[in-house]
């Protein structure tokens, strides 16, 4: 299996920037998409951006413009570059990664963000 590890979340003011960071590592055959999602309480988990095999990304309407998802190939690493950064973007941020279609996907235990005056 695929482990997952994610960093950079914290407690952050509205307008500011946070980086997260997702490393992969353990059985990995291939990536075929690694991506973001969040999950705040009470609501359930929705993608915040994702990068698929081939260089298609997605983003939710709700960060395009202020976050950026990249992927280090490399370091079997993703980020997420969040910018301008507002209250509702609170929730505990999940990395998944598949490495195929029939892969049901693996998940990090997840970071904390805090967006709060």
């Known amino acids: 299996q695929v482990q997952l590890v994610e960093s950079g979340g914290g407690l952050v003011q509205p307008g500011g920037s946070l980086r997260l960071s997702c490393a992969a590592s353990?059985?990995?055959?291939?990536?075929?998409?690694m991506g973001w999602y969040r999950q705040a309480p009470r609501k359930q988990r929705e993608l915040v951006a994702r990068i698929i095999s081939g260089g298609r990304i997605n983003y939710a309407d709700s960060v395009k413009g202020r976050f950026t998802i990249s992927r280090d190939d490399a370091k079997n690493t993703v980020y997420l570059q969040m910018n301008s950064l507002k209250p509702e973007d609170t929730a505990t941020y999940y990395c998944?990664?598949?490495?195929?279609?029939?892969?049901?996907?693996?998940w990090g235990q997840g970071t904390q963000v805090t967006v709060s005056s």
């Open positions: 998944n990664t598949r490495s195929s279609l029939a892969d049901p996907g693996s």
């Open positions: 353990g059985r990995i055959f291939s990536i075929y998409a």
